[in-house]
Nanobody, 124 residues
């Protein structure tokens, strides 16, 4: 069983930056694909980014490419999401996710583990 705890959310002005962190329990963290989803009020939960455990390969949603960077530190059981040039449309609850396997997925039902979420609010 893996437990995920996010931190780092908050309120920021448009154009600003935030870094989200996700601390995972469990000894198998280094063999899990990790990622982030987000959900805005009244909208679906959408894929943001993922990072594999083989070569730390990354994948991003088109809406965040060039602005967000996902990374992982296996020694600390932590995955990060660096968010730059934030826009009001980035406002959402951000969820850390994990799954077994070798690649990420844009489909939320295919992820095995979910954190409780952290709120990110970007003001205009």
């Amino acid at each position: 069983q893996v437990q995920l705890v996010e931190s780092g959310g908050g309120l920021v002005q448009a154009g600003g930056s935030l870094r989200l962190s996700c601390l995972a329990s469990g000894r198998a963290f280094s063999t899990y694909v990790m990622g982030w989803f987000r959900q805005a009020p009244g909208k679906e939960r959408n894929f943001v980014a993922s990072v594999g455990w083989i070569n730390s390969s990354t994948n991003y949603a088109d809406s965040v490419k060039g602005r967000f960077t996902i990374s992982r530190d296996n020694a600390k059981n932590t995955v990060y999401l660096q968010m730059n040039s934030l826009k009001p449309e980035d406002t959402a609850v951000y969820f850390c996710v994990g799954r077994r396997g070798i690649s990420g997925s844009i489909y939320y039902s295919t992820w095995d583990y979910w954190g409780q979420g952290t709120q990110v609010t970007v003001s205009s």
